[in-house]
């Protein structure tokens, strides 16, 4: 484990428990499809629900929006995908072909051979195996979250959570998505100001004590 030269497991991450994307990685809305850097509050976007089905949902907020940085992410490749993705984030995998048994991995984690949970030319769900994982330099740090916690990016379903687990990080949230619910924009937006590197602070502090509960 310390010689995989992919992992980035420092104290210093930039995604502080939130999934980060780079600017060019594309999202399916229901209108249209958008750059991750055109994403906005509101937005509804594709993902993959758990029983299988097709469908869209919220965007409650944007977790992180730096277009600026420039970040190295894990470029996880299959047939007919390319998922850039930050080291720590939460990806649903099996070691099975057309398999519904999906464990969460962190990007670093995923290996070739490993199945991750895609959608095909009829916008079906289906699964495409990992065929090659690269490194590289990629534009800007984005983290938009959804309400049900998922988001297809590039055709491949992620979380939108990292370094803390989704079935941790999702349910400690809940109190600020329904506050979302219930305030009125200009409000939540003020209250969820960001730090020095785009990250609402009290994101910030929620994951660095979420991270204490992590073996």
């Not at 190295?72 to 057309?98: A, C, G, M, Q, W």
Request: net charge negative; charged share 25%; with cysteine.
């Amino acid at each position: 484990m310390g010689n995989d030269p992919f992992r980035r497991y420092d104290d210093d991450d930039w995604c502080c428990g939130l999934n980060c994307f780079p600017a060019d990685a594309k999202v399916e809305t229901k209108t249209h499809t958008k750059y991750v850097k055109e994403l906005e509050v509101g937005d509804q976007v594709k993902v993959i629900l758990e029983d299988g089905t097709i469908d869209f949902s919220e965007i409650w907020v944007m977790a992180h929006d730096d277009p600026s940085s420039t970040a190295t992410y894990l470029i996880l490749s299959t047939s007919k995908h390319t998922l850039p993705i930050s080291h720590r984030h939460f990806v649903p995998v099996t070691d099975e072909k057309n398999s519904s048994n999906f464990e969460y991995k962190m990007a670093a984690d995923i290996k070739v051979g490993d199945y991750l949970s895609t959608t095909n030319e009829e916008n079906q769900p289906t699964t495409e195996m990992v065929i090659e994982i690269e490194e590289g330099e990629r534009k800007g740090v984005f983290a938009p979250l959804t309400k049900n916690g998922y988001i297809l990016v590039n055709g491949v379903q992620a979380s939108v959570y990292a370094e803390v687990k989704p079935a941790l990080a999702h349910p400690a949230l809940a109190g600020l998505r329904e506050k979302y619910d219930v305030t009125p924009k200009a409000e939540m937006k003020a209250f969820l100001e960001p730090n020095e590197n785009g990250v609402p602070k009290v994101f910030d502090e929620a994951f660095k004590m979420l991270r204490q509960l992590m073996p």
